[in-house]
């Protein structure tokens, strides 16, 4: 046998070329057994190593947001809602649930509950201040405190309206200039300002023009902001939810069940969504995953607008 022939047989002849067949045979299993055990993401979807601060955070959306955070790894973070007591509160129990979901040890949280009247531009300032001297930085802020009235145009007192613009428009534009002066100087970040289908359409059959038009501005807001800063690499998106099952909205349904009916039958997916059907979108735009996107508008409500 020539010396190429035996070289040849002695790179690929038959011991060899069984060998290379159960190496592939034990990579595929053990692949397989990965890709089963370890549930799999694309990277920029993490939310680790970024500092939030969330308005409203107190019960409602803001809270399930703060969850969907933990859920996408996110260890720092500054509850923000009017009452101190009950931010903390919130914090501490979110600390609880970051270590029950996420095995992490309590050490390795660091959440902290922060009381702020978001309508006063003072204390916003004085929010961030605290997030500030606690964390040093801020990457991605959610804008959820807002308040809902129902109304009639000719009902509505003036200063329960300059109250709703005071919290959901001022509010959310105090949130995104504290929030953006601090993301210019560190290189950036992302602002999700929480507006409503309410902003696009009007619900029916409860009057709420105030609302509905607050969220219209803070809509706008969105797009106008995220023009102003998209140069320093912030990014401002705004999220708009539909009819969803929070506490708030549980009360008053549970005690009318034909306006459950109706709002029910004006989805198509013949539904009110449940908080956490928002987690994927507020993941999404509060992390690197939606990098190119600002100035646009989310809506998760189970396809109200379309018709
Ligand atoms: N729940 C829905 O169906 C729905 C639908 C569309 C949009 N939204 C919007 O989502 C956001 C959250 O709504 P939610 O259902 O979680 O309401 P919610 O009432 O359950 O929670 C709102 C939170 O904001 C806080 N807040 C109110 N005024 C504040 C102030 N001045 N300063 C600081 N915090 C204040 C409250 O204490 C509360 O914790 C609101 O902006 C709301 O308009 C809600």
Redesign the pocket.
């Known amino acids: 046998m020539s010396s190429a022939r035996l070289l040849s047989r002695a790179l690929v002849g038959p011991s060899h070329t069984a060998r290379l067949a159960k190496s592939a045979q034990l990579s595929t299993r053990l692949m397989s057994t990965e890709v089963r055990k370890t549930p799999r993401s694309l990277p920029s979807f993490s939310m680790e190593g970024k500092v939030a601060v969330l308005?409203?955070?107190?019960?409602?959306?803001?809270?399930?947001f703060c969850k969907a955070f933990v859920q996408s790894g996110c260890t720092t973070l500054a509850i923000?809602?009017?009452?101190d007591s009950?931010a903390k509160d919130a914090a501490a129990e979110l600390s609880a649930y970051a270590c029950s979901v996420g095995g992490l040890k309590p050490e390795e949280v660091n959440f902290i509950g922060v009381g702020?009247?978001?309508?006063?531009e003072i204390?916003v300032q004085k929010a961030f201040s605290e997030v500030i001297n606690t964390y040093g930085r801020v990457d991605s802020v959610v804008?959820?405190?807002?308040?809902?009235e129902n109304y009639s145009a000719f009902d509505y007192p003036f200063d329960r309206i300059k109250r709703l613009y005071?919290?959901?428009v001022h509010?959310a534009f105090f949130t995104a200039r504290e929030a953006a002066r601090n993301m210019i100087p560190q290189g950036g970040g992302s602002i999700v300002l929480?507006?409503?289908?309410?902003a696009q359409v009007v619900n029916i059959p409860q009057p709420q023009t105030p609302?509905n038009a607050s969220?219209a501005a803070?809509r706008h807001m969105a797009s106008s902001l995220a023009v102003e800063w998209a140069k320093k690499n912030v990014r401002v998106n705004c999220l708009?939810?539909?009819?969803?099952?929070?506490?708030?909205?549980k009360t008053i349904l549970d005690h009318d069940t034909a306006l459950k009916k109706t709002w029910e039958s004006l989805t198509p997916m013949g539904r009110?969504?449940e908080?956490d059907d928002l987690s994927g979108a507020v993941v999404y735009l509060a992390s690197d995953a939606s990098r190119f996107t600002t100035g646009t508008e989310l809506r998760v409500d189970g396809g109200y607008c379309v018709i």
């Not at 923000?80 to 009452?83: P, R, S």
């Not at 804008?143 to 809902?148: F, H, P």
């Not at 708009?240 to 909205?249: D, H, Q």
Request: with cysteine; aromatic share 6%.
């Open positions: 308005t409203g955070a107190g019960r409602g959306l803001g809270y399930e923000v809602d009017l009452k009950e702020c009247d978001v309508s006063s204390s804008a959820s405190a807002g308040i809902v005071d919290i959901n509010g929480v507006a409503s289908m309410s609302y969220k803070v708009s939810p539909g009819y969803m099952a929070t506490k708030l909205t009110i969504g908080p």
